[in-house]
């Protein structure tokens, strides 16, 4: 099945100007905070490699359907050994850094986490780089 442009990347933009510019001010402020917040974030590496899937986007723009398929090709393919989900678990009530369970009730890890545990280990971390280290250092071989 061909893909097609969708038609409204060719409407002329019909946005008000009256809405732009009422929407200036809170843009700077959100790009003025996001520089300071840029600044005093610390890089932290691992040593094991990490695709990010995200967006602004809050929910329905297909992120979950879109990291099923990609753990699919990589577990087909055998490109890395052993790959595994870090989400942050929104809606967890047990939000601590762990590997989840499938014995695990929904509402302590989020309903995501356990859709993804269907597919590959999943951990939950509110702190991407402590999550992230528990892949690294984890045996799940």
Request: proline fraction near 6%.
């Amino acid at each position: 099945m061909p893909f097609k442009t969708p038609k409204f990347w060719y409407k002329k933009n019909t946005t008000s100007t009256f809405i732009k510019s009422a929407l200036k001010p809170i843009a700077k402020l959100y790009q003025i905070g996001h520089r300071i917040n840029s600044k005093n974030q610390k890089s932290q590496k691992i040593k094991i490699p990490v695709i990010c899937i995200g967006n602004i986007t809050a929910g329905g723009s297909g992120k979950t359907p879109t990291t099923i398929a990609i753990n699919k090709i990589i577990t087909e393919n055998k490109l890395f050994n052993n790959p595994c989900f870090l989400t942050r678990g929104y809606g967890a009530k047990n939000q601590s850094t762990r590997f989840i369970s499938v014995h695990e009730p929904t509402d302590e890890t989020g309903d995501e986490p356990k859709i993804l545990l269907n597919y590959s280990n999943t951990i939950i971390s509110k702190n991407r780089y402590k999550g992230a280290r528990l892949a690294q250092n984890s045996s799940h071989d």
